[in-house]
């Protein structure tokens, strides 16, 4: 406990008399100060014991001692100390009276105690406080390391709450709750997401004082991890301000807290290594293999049916231009995804493939969820909340995602094209995600906005056009009338407002000019296809 005036009253080699508010000396001393100044105000800051002699004030004057006192309060002075026998023999009158009105406490000093002496008790007191505090810092830090290391986070979260007498909880890197102490606080803790996302926006190390929910606690939240994006973030509930030992414990738990998750991002690093070569096992065709080398890291995520899921940001050619990776949406990605996992307790195989991420995780679980639910909060929050499809594709710092069908080892190859066919159509259509099995619920007709087909179609079509254009015939819209009448000469020479011999004549010249046979399905394929393209100019 730091010095109180109660203290020094009952120090006896000080002889301190109480004069005026004896019911307040329970307030803790910050300092002793002596001063004779008329206005000592401008050099406190509060919690101070003033020593004084009255040298310079009218100490016999009522209203002068109300204003030094009122004075006094008002700055925060805890106490003041008069020294007898020095100017005065004894306290004037007024200055008791000014201090009872007030409720300062007076403390009459007799002359063989020197203000030296006070002071020397005071600075004792404070450093044995702060000795003890540090002390028991030490103690406590011993204590969590003890926790830590024998029943990790839940038992370090445990011994800090103990020490802080309050409740402490762990966040993961999506803000959800991973372990608290007490078990009580759980719900507590799960009000505070809000909080910990906004303390994850700032750049680590941060920390933010909220009030509890309902007001219930004083609560401090701090992000873990030393890099740029925080990894996690420790939340610590109290009734009170934490005192110097109960800070030492905070910090103490932050320094473990982030060791073990640097650790873990470490091993996290070693693990991806190691999915990597899984993965490539897989798409190479070889499942036994990748079970051989995959051990019980994935449980059973390479024997059940899985979806196979890559993501890029933009376009990757965009991507490289700048020399980046998109790292912040895709991390952002992978985190909401293993963050999920881990929660429901499925394995799930994460691998950053340079500027892109590819993810095999268990058909139906968590992870797929939480990844189909990112997508959506990212197309809501995109201006009006709706999709482009007006194929302008995505800008390039956004998400862009193709998600398989269900598959198995035998099939991951087939489900990495799946997905990688999904993530170009989404990138077409300006999606964020796109699975493979709504693609065959679509069209093939958006897809033919693409430059490149386009301009195949202008190639293959342009000595038509060139022939129409000198008024000789309309041989693009014969073309385009048979081909949607499936050749019959009937149906679409009526369509035209031509006899079908006419048709027939058009027809003759488009294989002519084309150097293609129209009884070749290929060729009208290719000519549907063409017109269909050239059409959505």
């Not at 005036?5 to 006896?12: E, F, G």
């Not at 406080?129 to 979260?157: I, S």
């Not at 190390?205 to 973030?233: C, M, N």
């Not at 003759?508 to 296809?529: A, K, N, Q, T």
Request: hydrophobic share 45%; proline share 5%; charged share 25%.
């Amino acid at each position: 406990m730091p010095p109180t005036l109660a203290s020094l009253v009952h120090h006896s080699a000080l002889k301190l008399t109480v004069r005026a508010g004896g019911d307040r000396l329970d307030v803790p001393v910050r300092w002793a100060h002596v001063s004779e100044l008329a206005d000592p105000v401008p050099y406190m800051e509060g919690g101070e014991l003033l020593l004084i002699t009255a040298l310079k004030l009218d100490a016999e004057n009522p209203e002068a001692m109300r204003r030094y006192v009122k004075r006094l309060v008002g700055a925060g002075v805890v106490g003041l100390g008069f020294a007898v026998g020095v100017n005065y023999e004894d306290i004037p009158e007024a200055l008791v009276h000014a201090a009872e009105e007030e409720g300062l406490p007076l403390l009459e000093v007799p002359r063989r105690t020197p203000f030296l002496a006070i002071s020397k008790a005071v600075s004792a007191a404070i450093a044995a406080d702060q000795y003890r505090a540090v002390t028991a810092g030490f103690a406590a830090q011993r204590e969590l390391t003890k926790q830590a290391l024998t029943d990790g986070p839940e038992g370090l979260l445990s011994a800090l709450a103990s020490q802080v007498d309050g409740w402490a909880a762990l966040y993961d890197a999506s803000g959800a709750v991973v372990a608290t102490a007490p078990e009580w606080a759980g719900r507590r803790a799960a009000r505070l997401t809000a909080d910990v996302q906004r303390l994850r926006e700032r750049p680590a190390p941060a920390s933010s004082v909220v009030a509890g929910p309902d007001h219930e606690d004083r609560v401090e939240l701090h992000s873990l991890g030393t890099g740029r994006r925080p990894r996690a973030a420790l939340a610590v509930g109290t009734a009170a301000t934490l005192g110097t030992a109960e800070r030492y414990a905070l910090h103490s738990a932050i320094a473990l807290l982030t060791l073990t998750t640097e650790r873990s991002r470490s091993l996290h690093a070693a693990e991806q290594r190691l999915g990597a070569a899984v993965l490539r096992m897989l798409l190479a065709g070889e499942p036994d293999h990748a079970r051989a080398v995959a051990g019980d890291l994935y449980g059973g995520l390479l024997d059940a049916p899985f979806r196979i899921i890559v993501a890029e940001t933009g376009t990757a050619a965009a991507v490289r231009e700048r020399g980046e990776t998109g790292g912040d949406a895709l991390g952002a990605l992978a985190e909401v995804m293993e963050s999920a996992a881990a929660r429901s307790g499925e394995a799930v195989l994460v691998v950053p493939e340079g500027e892109r991420l590819v993810v095999l995780a268990a058909d139906g679980g968590a992870a797929v969820t939480a990844c189909c639910d990112h997508a959506a909060t990212l197309e809501a929050a995109r201006p009006g909340g709706t999709t482009r499809e007006a194929l302008t594709g995505p800008d390039e710092d956004e998400l862009v995602v193709g998600l398989s069908a269900p598959a198995g080892p035998i099939a991951a190859s087939a489900a990495y094209k799946q997905a990688e066919q999904a993530l170009s159509v989404a990138r077409r259509r300006g999606r964020v995600l796109v699975e493979h099995e709504q693609m065959a619920a679509g069209s093939v007709l958006p897809l033919l906005a693409d430059d490149a087909v386009r301009a195949f179609a202008d190639g293959l079509l342009r000595a038509l056009h060139e022939h129409d254009a000198t008024g000789r015939g309309n041989l693009v819209a014969s073309l385009r009338a048979w081909l949607s009448r499936h050749g019959q000469w009937d149906a679409a020479a009526a369509d035209l407002g031509v006899h079908r011999h006419t048709l027939r004549y058009r027809m003759r010249r488009v294989e002519e000019i084309l150097g293609r046979s129209l009884d070749d399905p290929d060729v009208r394929m290719e000519l549907w296809l063409a017109l269909k393209a050239t059409s959505t100019d």
